[in-house]
């Protein structure tokens, strides 16, 4: 059964009144500005490094490694240095002091 909305009732005699339209106000509308929605955010990508596996990860440390290994042997064994390769060589002596030329092999 539908349900019924009650009606307003009228006194009799009265009239309706007229709506009237409500006056501005003295101060224009700021109008806001459309900011998007927060769903339409941009999908950020993972870095290459965090989407390797651990096993990856572990070869790609290995190679730096064996890489920085080469390069401290060549510039052990020549005889000419750079300002780089001289200062490296000469704080891995005091930290290592023999075993400096060791150092490489373990890398």
């Not at 390797?52 to 401290?72: H, K, Q």
């Amino acid at each position: 059964m539908p349900v019924r909305k009650p009606k307003s009732r009228r006194k009799s005699g009265t009239k309706a009144k007229k709506a009237l339209p409500r006056k501005r106000a003295s101060k224009p509308a700021v109008q806001k500005s459309k900011k998007k929605p927060t769903s339409a955010l941009p999908v950020r990508i993972p870095p290459v490094w965090q989407t390797l596996s651990i096993d990856r990860r572990l070869d790609v440390i290995g190679v730096v490694l064996t890489l920085v290994g080469l390069v401290t042997l060549l510039s052990l064994v020549s005889a000419e240095r750079s300002l780089l390769t001289g200062t490296l060589i000469r704080y891995l002596g005091q930290i290592f002091g023999w075993g400096v030329y060791i150092l490489p092999a373990g890398l």
